[in-house]
């Protein structure tokens, strides 16, 4: 049993050794504290092998090791280039994202072998998907560009034929007129009687028109059977129409639906032709 002085410095005990480690751990006694064992010497408690453990200092825990790449991991310039590349390669068809690719999966190799030394295989993987997803794009986005400029091709290409047509008929004409004494042929039969001397009936075929009619001309009939000398160079001589062989009239005979691009094209009386815009309709001769 032990005998204590507190730190009132007034002796207390007997006490049991759990006692004085209770008030130990209550703060009411410390090392310096001192203590008797059954009438031997007084010592201080941190003396006492019995105590000593108690206030003995304990061990700072070791401080956690950091790995490399949490403790400022550098982002590998390769991963962000490869991201960057696929977003560009949507508005370059698609050129830039086959090196965005490319930097993608070389990057995700690097970032592997650094062992948490580089970081960014997110990026990597993303400007990888990214790339892939543009060249996959690629032909549909080639298409989107293209088309319009096809088709505008294709539109003026019909039109240089629709011309080469009616410059045909035109000539067609005054073959006919020179051999009926300069007299231009009747208007209710003016397809047949000029086609002996057209080359061929496609002649009579716009490729702008619906495919089922034979003639997508039309003659002005205020010409019919007039002779040359007596019409203006400028008169309308044929137009386009929607109203088959041998159709003849005026403005009323125009097609419903435009063939180049809100323009017709017209023959002129002197052999001549053009392609005449919608606007410049009303200015047209119709009249010798």
Known sequence: MYKIIGTDQKEYGPVSAQQIIQWIGQGRLNAQSKAQLDGGEWKSLGQFPEFASIFAPRPASPSPTIPPAAA???????AVASLVLGIIGFATCGL??????????????????????????????????????????LPFILAAMLLPALAKAKERAQSIQCMNNLRQLALATQAYAAEHDGHLPSATNWCDAIKPNVGTEKNFKCPGAPAMDRCDYAFNSNLDGLEEKDISRYTVLYFETDDGWNAHGGPELLPRKWRH????VVAFADGHVEVVRIGRISQLRWNP
Not at 72 to 78: D, P, R
Not at 108 to 118: F, L, P, T, V, Y
Not at 261 to 264: P, T
């Open 96 to 137: 830039l994202s086959i090196v965005g690719l490319i930097l993608g999966i070389v990057s995700m190799g690097q970032i592997k072998k650094s062992r948490g030394a580089e970081s960014g295989h997110g990026l990597a993987l993303a400007g990888t998907i990214v790339s892939g997803v543009s060249l996959l794009l």
């Open 261 to 264: 691009n809100n323009s017709i």
């Open 72 to 78: 400022g991991s550098k982002t590998n310039g390769l």
